[in-house]
């Protein structure tokens, strides 16, 4: 089996994000470059507390072709494609469906983060990639150009999100850290907010409460 090692890494970053809620089902998908033609990728509807290293997918990333996997691959490998094309400096790519972000997307601006070590992790401002059907190049496309030498997150509209990192550990802290981001704007929006009922406000508070700037996710070493 090809990139044995880097597969097994993949499965157990893929049950720490299952764990936090962030893939919501069998939802989200990962890629990794795990050298200058290939990269691996999580595979298309699969349950990943079943998943196992053989059913994660190698792939070239010059024609997203599929080299190994006894799975289909991921229908987001040709938008992590883009997003690793994007950013050569970067060898891992997460898109999830985390919950309080996607819910910011649903609001189609820009994420401000005002935090000063949030702003150093992901850029002060991160984008809202317009919608496009899940799995479609025409999403692949736009998100691909959402990632400049200075991104290292996007949102997407009505959908989730996508962040790099150098290696696995730096992505799966801007996919915490964005989250944390998207519920302080939130926590604020709900201070704005003093006709919503004293349940509902309750119900949000308790939901934003359990995300804060110091979350962490338990990431293989
Ligand atoms: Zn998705």
């Not at 990269?39 to 190698?58: E, K, R």
């Not at 200075?150 to 009505?158: D, E, G, K």
Request: hydrophobic share 45%; with cysteine; proline share 5%.
């Amino acid at each position: 089996m090809m990139f044995k090692k880097q597969r097994a890494a993949v499965v157990e970053t893929c049950l720490a994000l299952a764990d936090m809620g962030y893939l919501a089902g069998t939802g989200g998908n990962l890629a990794l470059r795990v050298d200058r033609e290939h990269f691996l990728i999580t595979p298309s509807a699969t349950d990943y507390y079943a998943m196992g290293p053989a059913d994660i997918c190698v792939m070239r990333l010059a024609d997203t072709g599929q080299v190994e996997g006894e799975k289909s691959a991921s229908v987001e490998a040709g938008l992590h494609a883009r997003v690793l094309k994007a950013r050569p400096d970067c060898d891992a790519s997460v898109h999830t469906h985390q919950p309080i972000a996607s819910a910011y997307t649903l609001l189609d601006l820009p994420l401000e983060v005002t935090e000063q070590d949030t702003a150093a992790l992901l850029g002060k401002t991160i984008s809202c990639v317009s919608y496009a059907p899940s799995g479609t190049g025409w999403l692949a496309k736009r998100v691909g150009q959402a990632f400049d030498a200075s991104t290292h997150a996007c949102l997407m509209r009505n959908h989730g999100v996508v962040c790099v990192g150098v290696d696995m550990d730096e992505a799966i802290k801007r996919v915490a850290a964005l989250e944390a981001a998207c519920a302080a704007f939130f926590r604020v929006s709900l201070d704005d907010a003093p006709a919503l009922p004293a349940t509902t406000r309750k119900l949000i508070g308790d939901a934003l409460s359990s995300v804060t700037s110091t979350q962490k996710l338990e990431t293989p070493p």
